[in-house]
């Protein structure tokens, strides 16, 4: 597996209180992602990082913020988190995103969060 | 934006058979799909992908085939196993600066032995 590590690896929260959920790298990839996982709907992009300082909002951003001062790490906040944000999350990798010649790079996850927001 | 779509969302083949699991996508600029496979309670993982400029790729057991016109592509499983069984993704992409994948909502293989 790519050098992706995601932290905590399972939480259980309240409603209402802020949560942050770690990706760290070592591949020094450009590239970073939040996705998450819910029965019935796949994978969906929250935010994502195409360099330092430098996000953008993904399909289902609403509730979600996100920051990277290293290129290593990219956060991912619940403002306030509501039962209706309990899924997997997922953290991704690559190395360019659309920039290569032939197409955009391939994307490595890393081995999820379990988040329950009771 | 784009739309992926996976139908149907379970698939059941014997032991030794081969599976098919097809996608379709909306935007015909897209140009990078790539199929992910994930077991339970694990992580997703890339099993093989394919740019907009072939038409077929092959990896062992596996291939994908692209029909741009048709604005399709299908995995193909030969000689499927017990450990073949899992959900499927597929994803396709746009090209461009700063694209994202688009991924379809996932097929449940089962093998039975």
């Known amino acids: 597996d790519a050098g992706i590590t995601q932290s905590p690896r399972h939480k259980v929260t309240e409603t209402g209180t802020p949560v942050t959920l770690r990706c760290h790298q070592t591949?020094?990839?450009?590239?970073m992602y939040w996705y998450r996982q819910d029965p019935g709907h796949g994978l969906r992009l929250i935010h994502y990082?195409?360099?330092?300082?430098?996000?953008d909002k993904g399909e289902v951003s609403d509730g979600y913020s996100v920051s990277r001062s290293k290129t290593e790490d990219f956060l991912l906040t619940l403002e306030s988190a509501t039962s209706s944000q309990t899924s997997v999350y997922f953290c991704?990798?690559?190395?360019?995103?659309?920039?290569?010649?032939?197409?955009?790079?391939?994307?490595?996850f890393g081995p999820g969060t379990r988040l329950l927001v009771l | 934006g784009e739309n992926v779509e996976q139908h149907p969302s379970t698939l059941s083949v014997q032991e030794g058979d081969s599976a098919v699991i097809k996608c379709t996508y909306s935007?015909?600029?897209?140009?990078?799909f790539p199929w992910y496979k994930q077991e339970l309670g694990k992580r997703p993982q890339l099993i093989i992908d394919?740019?907009?400029?072939?038409g077929e790729k092959k990896d062992q057991r596996i291939a994908v085939t692209l029909n741009k016109t048709a604005k399709h592509f299908s995995l193909h499983i030969t000689e499927t196993q017990p450990e073949d069984s899992a959900v499927y993704f597929c994803?396709?992409?746009?090209?461009?600066?700063?694209?994202?994948?688009?991924f379809g909502k996932g097929i449940t293989l089962s093998v039975r032995p």
């Open positions: 991704a990798i690559s190395e360019s995103a659309g920039l290569v010649a032939g197409g955009p790079e391939t994307q490595y």
């Open positions: 591949e020094n990839h450009r590239y």
């Open positions: 990082s195409y360099g330092v300082k430098d996000t």
């Open positions: 935007d015909s600029a897209s140009n990078y």
């Open positions: 394919i740019r907009s400029n072939v």
């Open positions: 994803a396709a992409s746009l090209a461009g600066a700063n694209s994202k994948l688009t």
